[in-house]
Nanobody, 125 residues
Framework: QVRLIDSGGDSVQTGDSLTLTCTASESIFSRAVAGWFRQAPGKEREFVAG????????EYAESTEGRFTVSRGTTERTMNLQMTNLQPGDTAVYYC??????????????????WGQGTQVTVSS
């Protein structure tokens, strides 16, 4: 069973930047579709960004495109989410996710098999 650990969450101000990291228990990110989701209190978990192992093609939600960048880390066990110009609406628990059972980025949580435990991002105005 692959384990994912999210880290990097913090409390920041509007306009600040933050980088989240997802670390896997094995070298999965070179052979899996990986994604980031977030869940704010009282809301459903929503897609933020994702990347395929085939061609490293990223996809973004409309609300994050242009501000967030998803990328594989320096090893096959890490993935990053660079977030810039953070807004209060970005406040949520952020989760990384991965699956080996697809070759394209899915935007539904059910598209992913492995999940991190989540890391809190709080953006204050």
């Amino acid at each position: 069973q692959v384990r994912l650990i999210d880290s990097g969450g913090d409390s920041v101000q509007t306009g600040d930047s933050l980088t989240l990291t997802c670390t896997a228990s094995e070298s999965i990110f070179s052979r899996a579709v990986a994604g980031w989701f977030r869940q704010a209190p009282g809301k459903e978990r929503e897609f933020v960004a994702g990347i395929t192992w085939l061609g490293n093609i990223p996809e973004y939600a409309e609300s994050t495109e242009g501000r967030f960048t998803v990328s594989r880390g320096t090893t096959e066990r890490t993935m990053n989410l660079q977030m810039t110009n953070l807004q209060p609406g970005d406040t949520a628990v952020y989760y990384c996710a991965a699956t080996r059972e697809s070759w394209r980025v899915g935007q539904n949580p059910t598209d992913y098999k492995y999940w991190g435990q989540g890391t809190q991002v709080t953006v204050s105005s």
